[in-house]
């Protein structure tokens, strides 16, 4: 005769379907904007324990895979089934927004000083931003001064906290402007995706 055994198991969080806690996601709807990012690691705590979601920014989008964490690349999917854009490849031409759109860094200034605190700026959601085109690719031009606008940009706005998030951390200092060699500015934050160890031993050191 089998024993049996009564437990009692506590019944999980309920999370969203990226990830996060409900109960702290349902917290944010006081600052979401219809800009605002779902990206976890670009929200804001505050002291009270309400978050702040961040908000990405693309100054072109498409881009080239060159890493193993680039085989399932949501942007990819997203740009090419949600938009129906055609911008990954080596010769894909990239998309660069309206003159419009480089405004709403006007607004996210004017919302970081209203709430007090400075707003994480992911650069490149849907793109690398440190990606250099192939050998005669028709849109090297319009990307090199996109990236000189948003390096521009980001002086200009010392309230925003921009983050430079890349596959290819080694063509950075060759793309920064002069001033930066010596260092970046505060309000700067450089990443790298590392999805294997070979990543974090190469890749890692090109970042700190």
């Known amino acids: 005769m089998r024993a049996s055994m009564t437990h ?7 999370l969203d379907a990226l990830g996060w806690p409900l109960h702290l996601r349902n917290r944010l709807s006081k600052n979401v904007t219809k800009d605002s ?19 990405t920014f693309n100054p072109w989008t498409g881009c080239t895979k060159v890493a193993q ?9 997203f740009a090419t089934k949600r938009r129906g854009l055609n911008a990954w490849g080596k010769n894909a031409r990239r998309k660069f927004p309206r003159t419009a759109y480089w405004n709403r860094l006007n607004k996210l200034d ?7 605190h400075p707003i994480k700026v992911f650069v490149g ?3 690398d931003f440190f990606e250099i085109l192939c050998t005669g690719h028709p849109d090297t031009t319009s990307m ?3 990236r000189q606008r948003m390096f521009q940009e980001i002086v200009r706005h010392p309230d925003l906290t921009f983050m430079l998030c890349t596959k290819r951390p080694d063509n950075i200092m060759g793309l920064v402007p002069p001033g930066w060699q010596t260092g970046f500015p505060p ?7 590392v999805t294997t160890q070979n990543d974090a031993d190469i890749l890692v050191t090109e970042v700190v």
């Open 69 to 77: 964490g680039c085989k399932f690349c949501y942007a990819k999917a």
């Open 8 to 14: 009692t198991q506590s019944s999980p969080i309920p």
């Open 125 to 127: 959601s849907m793109c």
């Open 37 to 55: 990012t779902g990206i976890g690691w670009t929200w804001h705590v505050e002291p009270t324990g309400d978050f702040t979601r961040g908000h």
């Open 110 to 116: 004017q919302l970081s000083r209203r709430l007090g």
């Open 187 to 193: 309000n700067v934050w450089v990443l790298t995706t």
């Open 144 to 146: 090199d001064i996109a």
